[in-house]
């Protein structure tokens, strides 16, 4: 084999086992939204160690090619530098095994896009590393000293330092394919949508949407044939891969889940759809970091009311953040009233009454909360318009059951775990904190805080720290470095117990304590869940 083979084998190995070891390094752009900045505020976090292993591993590399090539020094020609590819390709591999061992919270998802991603991100790791190797050795060849010759290839244990501009190289070149491949699936979504007769239902809001969406799937299945948005899409790639799907065919109803990052998203996604109905939930803190202020956030999300919907069913706690807002709308808009709605929340399950065509009707759900409770009563406000009977919406309301990881109970070895780790907000930490006092047994808590609220966010953890300490629980776990400082100040300004309360570094150490704690009767949350990029 010639000298410029034996680069290109060494090159291609080299892409091969960097790529695999920061798969981790993909999954973390991946959940950014394959958006360079956010991918970078992840990597040069203080708590974020992921860059330090790679220098570690550079250092390795370094050292041991080092070490090889002096040992075998004695080996005619090329020799020492083919002897010290094998603890170099060793070492690589040991990084890739050892890394496999350590999951992210949300597993890398093989998409087309990712993969594409890939290929561009291996061929530009390849490319370096050839360039690399090839200066390398034409360095060494003009210095001419044998001992020069030996340490010339030293520098190339940089190239796993070098994944993360490499890999964010690889995302701004796709992006550009990758946006324009957008707009045409988008669009291809928009003319299928166009020419189908089926009710379009938008759901919209700070908080409880994909609640709100299941609820309203249960409830209208029983009877139409309903698709709906699937687990949190709610932008305009993950309407038009429903709408684009096989399960849209014959369908009467579509529910879409309507999210909102920046201005003009909200108007993007009706203009895609154009609802016929719409749920307006409610409008929170959440959001801010994206959005500058509370204000701005509802001036986003009410962009819903004048999408031409023929009503929209509106959460009560935005009657007075709309006055004034009503004047220019398009369509009827409908709140909820108050006054004949009845709600018994237990531990297990909630009761609540409600008038359904003018008769007073008691339900019983598995959802917990009076905040769920709200939610099943705007949906049922809907299936009351779509023509559905009592009987339809009661049989719906019974086989109702929570969304993963919004207030999910379950129960462990006699511990009963309240799951509600999905982002969380002002709003309904409250409802999740008040859901865990119910129970009779010791009640713990674990929490790192809330996040997403911008220049609130201090003030807002600071007040989730008070309420903590309002109900006395007989242990918190706060997890984390980013917010739990916020949340202890306030938990302590409100005279807060503080020999009941930790701090854990990390979720998998909150657990270690907990194993050590609980006993059978016991009641533990878990309250919000920080995602790998934040």
């Known amino acids: 084999m010639g000298e410029v083979e034996l680069r290109v084998v060494a090159s291609l190995l080299t892409a091969v086992l ?48 080092a070490v090889t090539v002096l040992c075998f020094s004695f080996l005619p020609k090329n020799g020492p530098l083919l002897v010290a590819w094998i603890p170099f390709f060793g070492l690589l591999f040991l990084f890739v095994r050892m890394d496999s061992k350590y999951a992210l919270k949300v597993n890398v998802h093989f998409t087309g896009r990712l993969k594409r991603l890939f290929a561009v991100y291996f061929f530009f790791t390849a490319c370096v590393a050839y360039i690399f190797i090839a200066g390398l050795g034409f360095l060494s060849e003009l210095n001419g000293s044998h001992v020069y010759g030996l340490v010339a290839y030293i520098p190339f244990a940089v190239m796993p330092v070098l994944t993360p501009i490499l890999l ?13 491949r957008n707009r045409k699936f988008i669009k291809r979504a928009g003319q299928v949508l166009d020419e189908r007769e089926i009710i379009r239902i938008g759901v919209v809001g700070s908080y409880g949407k994909t ?14 044939a309903v698709v709906a948005t699937p687990e949190s899409f ?21 529910i879409a889940e309507m999210g909102a990052r920046k201005h003009g998203d909200i108007a993007e996604l009706c203009d895609l759809i154009h609802p016929d109905y719409a749920v307006f939930t409610g409008v929170c803190e959440q959001h801010i970091q994206g959005f500058g202020s509370i204000e701005n956030v509802w001036a986003e999300k009410s962009e819903i009311l004048k999408c031409g919907a023929k009503k929209v069913f509106c959460g ?27 709600v018994d929340t237990g531990a297990a399950a909630t009761v609540f009454t409600m008038k359904v065509y003018g008769e007073n009707i008691q339900f019983k759900t598995a959802l917990l909360g009076r905040m769920a409770a709200e939610n099943i009563r705007l949906a049922v406000m809907l299936c009351i318009e779509l023509g559905m009977t009592a009987e339809e919406i009661m049989r719906g309301v019974e086989k109702l059951q929570p969304v993963p990881h ?19 907000n002002p709003k309904g930490a409250e409802e999740a904190l008040t859901a865990l006092s119910r129970f009779s047994g010791r009640k713990c808590l674990v929490t790192p805080g809330i996040v997403e609220c911008g220049v609130l966010e201090e003030k807002i953890n600071g007040e989730l720290g008070e309420k903590i300490a309002s109900f006395h629980f007989e242990k918190v776990i706060l997890v984390g470095n980013t917010l739990v400082a916020c949340v202890k100040k306030g938990f302590e300004n409100a005279g807060g117990d503080m020999t009941t309360l ?30 790998d990029v934040y």
């Open 406 to 424: 919004r207030l999910q109970l379950s129960h462990n070895n006699g511990v009963y775990i309240l799951d509600d780790g999905y982002n969380c």
């Open 234 to 254: 709610n932008t305009p790639m993950g309407l038009a891969k429903t709408v684009l799907s096989p399960d849209f065919d014959k369908k009467q109803i579509f």
């Open 502 to 531: 930790t701090i854990a570094e990390s979720l998998d150490k909150a657990q270690t304590i907990l194993k050590g704690y609980l006993q059978e009767g016991d009641a533990v949350l878990f309250l919000n869940d920080l995602p």
């Open 18 to 65: 960097l790529c695999l070891s920061t798969l981790k390094m993909m999954g973390a752009l991946q959940q950014s939204g394959y958006k360079n900045g956010v991918f970078f505020r992840w990597l040069k976090r203080k708590d974020n160690l992921y860059f330090n292993r790679l220098a570690v591993l550079s250092l390795c590399l370094a050292l041991t090619s």
């Open 316 to 342: 009560g706690s935005l009657r007075k953040l709309a006055e004034g807002e009503f004047a220019n709308k398009i369509g009827e808009s409908i709140f909820v009233d108050e006054s004949d709605f009845e």
């Open 211 to 224: 609640t709100v969406k299941h609820i309203l799937y249960t409830l209208l299945s029983e009877k139409y």
């Open 168 to 180: 964010t190289g690889a995302s701004a070149v796709t992006s550009v394919f990758e946006e324009k």
